[in-house]
């Protein structure tokens, strides 16, 4: 059983510890806010709790429609207006992966940032309906998707994906004549995400594949993928991408 009070600093911090070993738990010491689809189970502290709830469902419905997926099983979705709260809960999984979100999948939990970006919810959970319904999903593709949601726009139709502060990093490896090309984009790995280049790869596969959906053709592009071995990506990624136009289009693109 985990239940300890959340009012003093010192408890407040033990509540967090004890988090993740509760967090599944009909008893999880965190608020419950609600249940979406039955399979997102939503806890923590926010400020607008209908708006959050709200925005969970649509993404839950979106990423279904688009990508033809959904949960096999459930999970926690932890999510925070108050940055400092955020950090606390984030500290409690062992390394703080990022100060604005992260999804464990080995826990089944993603834990989100409101009070630096109401994105980022969008964005963590993209990463365990994705990996649901594609198992071994490359991380550029993952990502790429979950940054897509992450500057995006809800209107009658679902999302609406945006040009963000991404395209800083993307252009300024065009102007060195430094960005790769689409068969290493294909073919990067976990690693690549997070190494020294990272906002350049996190970047190119953003727009890559907003160039794709642009297109229209960004769902069935993924079906392609997902129905394919990772040898073979390259060459579908060169069939939906003709590496120069979008080279000139991303040029032109304006943030």
Known sequence: MCSVSRHAP??????????????????????????IDGRVIVRGEVTNKQQALSLVDSVVADVGRRFDTKLEKPITLLLYSDEARYRDVAASTGEVISDWGFYLPDKRVAIANLGASIGNLRHELVHPLLGDGYPGIPAWLNEGIASLYGSAK??????????????????????????????????????????????????????????????????????????????????????????????????????
């Open 154 to 255: 809800l209107g009658k139709h679902g999302f609406t994906f945006l040009v963000n502060y991404r395209l800083r990093d993307l252009q300024r490896a065009l102007a060195k004549d430094a960005l790769p090309n689409l068969a290493a984009l294909a073919k990067t790995t976990p690693m690549d995400l997070h190494g020294d280049r990272a906002m350049m790869w996190y970047a190119y596969a953003r727009y890559v594949l907003l160039y794709v959906d642009r297109k229209g053709a960004l769902r069935k592009m993924y079906g392609e993928l997902r129905a394919s071995s990772v040898d073979k990506h390259p060459a579908i990624l060169a069939r939906y991408v003709d590496e120069q136009a979008f080279r000139a289009w991303a040029k032109k693109l304006r943030y």
């Open 10 to 35: 010192r408890v407040r911090r033990l509540a967090a510890l004890l988090l993740i070993t509760c967090v599944g738990s009909s008893r999880a010491e965190e608020p419950l806010l609600g249940t």
